[in-house]
């Protein structure tokens, strides 16, 4: 393969390692969060991050940052590169929600057990399965991949920051300043359920019949 072959293959690349560093990072988080009592995550404590879990919750969440800035980096290398494919423009969104619903299952999972939480993740990941069904069995349909609009561009940068907040509580669990469980909770479950809102939202828009030219 030739550099510059090399070099417009990075896109597609970097839109891999996203989908490869979500399930790496969810186990060491799930480790990192293991106990010996039969069900690990029973309940989170969020000064974990102080003790022996410090390297594996460490290193997922670089794992976690590295898979975040590769969506920023991806598609603008494509088209800087002129480097624009078929294959790039339909493994980007599905990139996108294996990175999310892995994550979801995570906080999920390490959180006390709450509809409240479940129902809205269940919602997301649900759709996004849904939508990933019908964008394949269109394919034969459609002579491009259906670009990403700005609506589904907010709905991404939601569950970004949704799935972010929990590192954040953490480091300033570290750092002292004392965020309390269920304030910390409380604020997640409104980012959660405000990306659902809009997760749910673009899935309707999707459906709808498109104007053609």
Do not use: C
Not at 32 to 37: A, K, M, R, T, V
């Amino acid at each position: 393969m030739t550099g510059s072959a090399m070099l417009r293959s990075l896109p597609n690349a970097l839109t891999v390692l996203r989908m490869a560093s979500a399930p790496a990072g969810a186990v060491l988080m799930i480790l990192s969060y293991g106990s010996s009592e039969g069900r690990p995550f029973a309940g989170i404590d969020l000064s974990a991050f102080q003790h022996e879990a410090d390297a594996l919750a460490l290193g997922a969440m670089i794992l976690f940052v590295l898979g975040a800035l590769t969506d920023l980096f991806d598609g603008w290398l494509a088209r800087a590169l002129n480097a624009v494919t078929r294959a790039g423009a339909l493994l980007d969104p599905i990139a996108d929600k294996v990175f999310v619903a892995f994550w979801l299952f995570v906080w999920v999972w390490i959180l006390p057990f709450n509809l409240m939480i479940v129902v809205p993740a269940a919602a997301i990941i649900a759709r996004d399965i849904v939508l990933t069904v019908i964008r394949l069995q269109r394919l034969g349909q459609d002579s491009v991949p259906i670009p990403v609009n700005f609506d589904a561009k907010m709905k991404t940068t939601a569950e970004f920051i949704t799935l972010a907040l929990p590192f954040v509580a953490g480091l300033l669990a570290v750092n002292g300043i004392g965020l309390t469980d269920w304030f910390f909770i409380e604020i997640w479950m409104s980012f959660l359920w405000f990306s659902a809102a809009l997760s749910l939202y673009t899935a309707i828009r999707y459906l709808l019949p498109r104007k053609r030219a």
